[in-house]
């Protein structure tokens, strides 16, 4: 052997086990993070479910709290409902995508009721867009139309842009005396340099949305679920603590695991780095320059791909097609053939491509007849309990009766 | 193909697993069969005030099956239903044990009327018959004294207590532990909840230690409460996986989610199960199957017959609708047991609650 190919078979073999250490490290964060924290592993939901859909069995579901109270509405056949936001900073990327393919498999298979607050006075607030203006114009352009076109129930489904639902300022302000800032920051991890909007966002709007379908004009309280990332599950615990004063039903929630981002397993699919997202609104150019440049979990070496195999639960695409649009089927054949060599990376990557540009031309079509759809899905209904009562709670109790 | 030994361990319409495997099970019976006069088999159980559970028929009906088919062979054989007064005292206040005894008096009573309504063939004897017999004292005697030298049967006894109760048995020097366990040790097959696989291995090494043949133990199916919803068995895990006790009315609680006979209306087994979720998937709990496999068995013995129950695999295959099994299990449960047991019940034979 040359000294040159040895030298090229050593870097491949140290990618490799480099590969692998990253896999194992993500792998058990997760696992360590859930337990920290004391939340409990979904393996038991999958028995429950008689469907438990890509997303439980897939483990991208892994952890929650308190589901059980969702489990015991729908066996009741009460209402439930979801509470999932969207920064409206940008377009949907596939993050998002499966964040809301979510919520729709729960709406479809466990009659979940979901508001989804478009949070265009966080992305101002917190510096994501320069203007209220910019926020909402993406809102209404690109995130609201992109949302309706992925198949949610009107009947069933309340999207309303946080800016352009002032109700729900009343409500924050009714909330934020059960908040104190030092609790906030804590949580938030913010400091005396934040614009006091950011801090009225944090604590008192955003507990709001939350606890929205608990107020008396949405039929009281009632189990409300969050599905969040993990990083968010401090916002969850200031929530269910706040819901506990005022008589409602702690959120339970729900957490999932990200989808790694193009450049690599260490970062999620986020808009904060453009490249590292393929975005619903991305021209079919854009898409394979981005997929050509995505990270792998492959390789560099084809002969040691093909003895070895990729290493699947780094790859951008194969977390990509697993998160988005593999059946079961599929799936299972898929990894096995790239887990054992017998497809390769660049293989993977133009499958994913197909996929994701089919996906892109019909959801480009639905977005824009959408458009003609949003008001079936705009909630409007006036919060006037929050004016009315001397205290919350107490008008719950009253209600109650 | 016949419906023997082998193939009633092998139902898994009624049995979760076995140790050792049923082939084992069934040979090892047949070389003992060979070997000794009579095979023993057994199922016990301790009780509470709150009435004889629907489930526990269960128990009797299979070890009464084992009975049947190895009689049929021309085995002799000696299936046992022991109902354990004393074992029921143990952690129940002195000023109690008269009643309790009582109590298990009358359950021993109803338990052979049961025997007698659905012609059984079960020998039904109390804990308190024995236990106090030389015979038995000398097993103990003999259990104490290999637990006393040897350091390791004495943590296996440790093993048979749960540990929320080491203490407190301890301060009793494990009487309990070691009245079960000379107990089960001279049974040929024990029949039991999966649960008690935490007495039961112990008690196997105990047995082998002593140079008794091994224990074998077959577990039936978890008993689940009825009228549940998935929310509890998600936060209820130990329920979730292992059931409630079968023979205890009020084990955790749940005496408004059991059929207890005598106690529970036709009405009122209707609605649970109208309100029980029945499910395809074979890892959610289906107290309702269980409902329709205990009155099935209990059709077998009306008709004079003890054959294969596949209602399980009809089921899991889909021939059989989620509601068609609650229809089943109503009509069934009413026709085969509630019915039949009115008699036992009205004539006021069953003990006193």
């Known amino acids: 052997m040359s000294?040159?190919?040895?030298?090229?078979?050593?870097?491949?073999?140290?990618?490799?086990q480099e590969k692998l250490r990253l896999r194992n490290e993500i792998e058990s964060y997760y696992e360590e993070k859930r337990k920290e924290i004391g939340l409990d592993s979904t393996k038991r939901i999958i028995d429950l479910l008689e469907d438990p859909g890509p997303f439980f069995s897939r483990n991208i579901l892994f952890a929650h709290k308190d589901f059980n109270l969702i489990l015991d509405a729908v066996d009741k056949g009460q209402e439930w409902a979801i509470v999932s936001g969207f920064n409206p900073s940008g377009p949907l990327h596939f993050?998002?995508?499966?964040?809301?393919?979510?919520?729709?498999?729960?709406?479809?298979?466990?009659?979940?009721?979901?508001?989804?607050p478009i949070t265009s006075d966080e992305t101002y607030v917190v510096g994501k867009a320069n203007s209220l203006r910019a926020a909402r114009y993406n809102a209404y352009e690109f995130a609201i139309p992109s949302i309706i076109a992925l198949g949610f129930d009107p009947k069933l489904t309340r999207i309303y842009v946080t800016s352009d639902y002032p109700d729900l300022y009343n409500a924050a302000i009714y909330i934020s005396r059960f908040l104190t800032t030092n609790s906030v920051n804590k949580v938030f991890g913010l400091d005396a340099s934040e614009n006091p909007g950011a801090l009225f966002y944090m604590g008192a709007v955003q507990m709001a949305q939350i606890l929205l379908p608990q107020l008396p004009e949405f039929g009281g309280p009632k189990p409300t679920l969050i599905p969040v990332g993990i990083d968010q599950h401090p916002y969850i615990t200031i929530s269910r603590n706040v819901a506990r004063r005022l008589n409602f039903v702690p959120p339970a929630e729900l957490i999932w695991k990200f989808l790694i981002g193009l450049k690599g397993p260490t970062k999620k699919m986020s808009s904060s780095i453009p490249d590292s997202a393929i975005y619903l609104t991305d021209e079919p150019e854009d898409?394979?320059?981005?997929?050509?440049?995505?990270?792998?979990?492959?390789?560099?070496?084809?002969?040691?791909?093909?003895?070895r195999g990729a290493v699947v639960e780094i790859d951008p695409m194969f977390s990509l097609l697993t998160f988005n649009f593999l059946s079961d089927d599929e799936w299972a054949k898929i990894h096995e053939s790239y887990a054992k060599g017998a497809l390769m990376t660049g293989e993977l990557?133009?499958?994913?491509?197909?996929?994701?540009?089919?996906?892109?031309?019909?959801?480009?079509?639905?977005?824009?007849?959408?458009?003609?759809?949003?008001?079936?899905?705009?909630?409007?209904?006036?919060?006037?309990s929050v004016l009315e009562m001397d205290q919350l709670s107490n008008l719950v109790a009253d209600e109650k009766e | 193909?016949?419906?023997?030994?082998?193939?009633?361990?092998?139902?898994?319409?009624?049995?979760?697993?076995?140790?050792?495997?049923?082939?084992?099970?069934?040979?090892?019976?047949?070389?003992?069969?060979?070997?000794?006069?009579?095979?023993?088999?057994?199922?016990?159980?301790?009780?509470?005030?709150?009435?004889?559970?629907?489930?526990?028929?269960?128990?009797?009906?299979?070890?009464?099956?084992?009975?049947?088919?190895?009689?049929?062979?021309?085995?002799?054989?000696?299936?046992?239903?022991?109902?354990?007064?004393?074992?029921?005292?143990?952690?129940?206040?002195?000023?109690?044990?008269?009643?309790?005894?009582?109590?298990?008096?009358?359950?021993?009573?109803?338990?052979?009327?049961?025997?007698?309504?659905?012609?059984?063939?079960?020998?039904?004897?109390?804990?308190?018959?024995?236990?106090f017999t030389d015979e038995f004292q000398e097993q103990v005697s003999r259990v104490r004294k290999l637990a006393d030298v040897n350091k390791e049967v004495?943590?296996?006894?440790?093993?048979?207590?749960?540990?929320?109760?080491?203490?407190?048995?301890?301060?009793?020097?494990?009487a309990y532990a070691f009245d079960e366990v000379a107990t089960i040790i001279n049974y040929d097959l024990k029949v039991g909840p999966p649960r008690e696989i935490f007495y039961d291995e112990p008690a196997r090494r105990i047995g082998q230690a002593m140079g008794l043949e091994p224990l074998q133990c077959v577990y039936l199916h978890p008993t689940f409460p009825l009228a549940m919803n998935?929310?509890?068995?998600?936060?209820?895990?130990?329920?979730?996986?292992?059931?409630?006790?079968?023979?205890?009315?009020?084990?955790?609680?749940?005496?408004?989610?059991?059929?207890?006979?005598?106690?529970?209306?036709?009405?009122?087994?209707?609605?649970l199960v109208n309100n029980s979720i029945v499910s395809y998937k074979p890892t959610m709990p289906n107290p309702v199957l269980d409902l329709v496999v205990i009155s099935e068995m209990a059709h077998?013995?009306?008709?004079?017959?003890?054959?294969?129950?596949?209602?399980?695999?009809?089921?899991?295959?889909?021939?059989?609708?989620?509601?068609?099994?609650?229809?089943?299990?109503?009509?069934?449960?009413?026709n085969y047991v509630l019915n039949p047991l009115d008699f036992v019940i009205q004539g006021e034979k069953i003990y006193e609650r």
């Open chain 1, 349 to 384: 990557k133009k499958l994913a491509t197909e996929y994701i540009l089919d996906f892109l031309s019909e959801h480009r079509k639905k977005r824009e007849d959408a458009k003609k759809h949003i008001d079936e899905f705009i909630l409007r209904t006036p919060i006037k």
């Open chain 1, 95 to 116: 993050g998002h995508k499966a964040m809301f393919d979510i919520l729709l498999w729960l709406q479809r298979t466990l009659g979940a009721y979901i508001y989804i």
């Open chain 2, 154 to 174: 004495f943590n296996w006894i440790e093993q048979t207590v749960p540990a929320s109760k080491v203490e407190i048995e301890n301060d009793k020097g494990f």
């Open chain 1, 287 to 307: 898409v394979k320059r981005k997929i050509k440049s995505a990270y792998s979990g492959g390789s560099p070496l084809a002969s040691m791909q093909k003895e």
């Open chain 2, 1 to 131: 193909m016949s419906f023997d030994l082998k193939a009633l361990l092998n139902q898994t319409s009624l049995v979760v697993n076995s140790t050792p495997s049923p082939v084992e099970i069934d040979e090892n019976i047949h070389a003992r069969a060979k070997n000794k006069k009579t095979i023993r088999v057994m199922y016990g159980e301790t009780y509470d005030r709150l009435g004889h559970t629907f489930d526990s028929l269960k128990y009797y009906f299979y070890v009464a099956a084992v009975g049947n088919l190895l009689r049929k062979e021309g085995v002799p054989v000696e299936p046992t239903i022991l109902v354990a007064d004393v074992a029921t005292c143990r952690n129940e206040p002195e000023s109690r044990h008269a009643e309790l005894m009582e109590l298990g008096k009358g359950r021993a009573n109803f338990v052979r009327e049961i025997d007698e309504t659905y012609h059984l063939g079960l020998n039904v004897i109390l804990m308190s018959e024995y236990l």
């Open chain 1, 3 to 16: 000294a040159d190919k040895q030298s090229i078979q050593e870097i491949a073999e140290a990618d490799y």
């Open chain 2, 300 to 334: 077998q013995y009306m008709n004079g017959e003890v054959s294969s129950i596949d209602i399980r695999e009809r089921f899991f295959d889909k021939t059989i609708s989620t509601d068609q099994l609650k229809q089943t299990a109503i009509e069934n449960v009413t």
């Open chain 2, 230 to 271: 998935r929310g509890f068995f998600l936060k209820d895990e130990e329920v979730a996986q292992y059931g409630v006790t079968p023979y205890k009315a009020g084990s955790r609680g749940l005496e408004a989610n059991r059929i207890v006979l005598g106690q529970t209306s036709i009405e009122s087994v209707v609605e």
